[in-house]
């Protein structure tokens, strides 16, 4: 039988593959901004496997397009392993996030959700007391307050800046691991194809919050027009191609 899983602090998700070319990058961008209250948390068990992992930090310096002042604003919540969901290790995670924001005198926790890819959907957060206060696109922002009397997070509106790209623009950063290699594939693609891919890295918290989509660490966009907001592979990059050429 299983033992209570372990937390770790101040790991990085990327250590679940090590060899993979976003990890020293993550890893680097992790260690750059601990002094800004980056954590990220690992659930294991007692054999060392992985079973989920949360990352969240300091609404203010939030890589999303957001505004919420005292808040926890939580990055990524994931789990690897069935077990994980029959013993409420999301729910766990997500308890220990908030016990944290009422040890730092946060206002509470907020969270983007979505039913689209690489985000998680809205089913974890609804289940522990989250409520959707504000909508764009695909993408919800949730809160669950500590304070009640505390002012409501918001979106701030990303398709307002997606006219100022001309051509084909690729918006990154290395906030996700996985980031690199697509950013390394979609580039090599575009050569392949002779398109003149502009690639723009975000480096911090400010650039990612007015980035032109709702995931905000990554946007891929022509001529205004916002063709995904989340990571591609090669292949994928190569059938819009298709039909956008």
Known sequence: MLRQPTFLRQECIASK????????????WFKSRLNKGLKIKIAIDEEGKQLGFIEYIPSESAWRPVKADNYY????????????RHRNIGTTLLQ????????????????MSSNGAWMANKTLFEKNGFAIIDQLGRFEL???????????PCFIDWTKKQVD????????????????????????????????LKVTKLNTPEEAQNAPSGFGTFSLIKDGKLIEDHYLSKTR?????KKEL
């Open 142 to 152: 949730m809160c669950k307050k500590i304070k009640i009397k505390a002012g409501d």
């Open 165 to 196: 790209y001309k051509g084909w623009n690729l918006i990154y950063s290395d906030q996700c691991p996985w980031h690199e290699k697509s950013v390394a594939d979609l580039k090599q693609s575009a050569l392949e194809h002779g398109i003149n």
């Open 96 to 111: 220990m996030c908030e016990e944290e924001a009422k040890q730092n005198d946060k206002d509470g926790v907020c969270v």
């Open 237 to 241: 990059f190569e059938n819009i191609l």
């Open 17 to 28: 593959n090590k060899k993979a070319p976003g990890y020293a990058k993550k890893v680097e």
């Open 73 to 84: 604003f939580i990055h990524c919540i994931g789990l690897f392993a069935k077990e994980a």
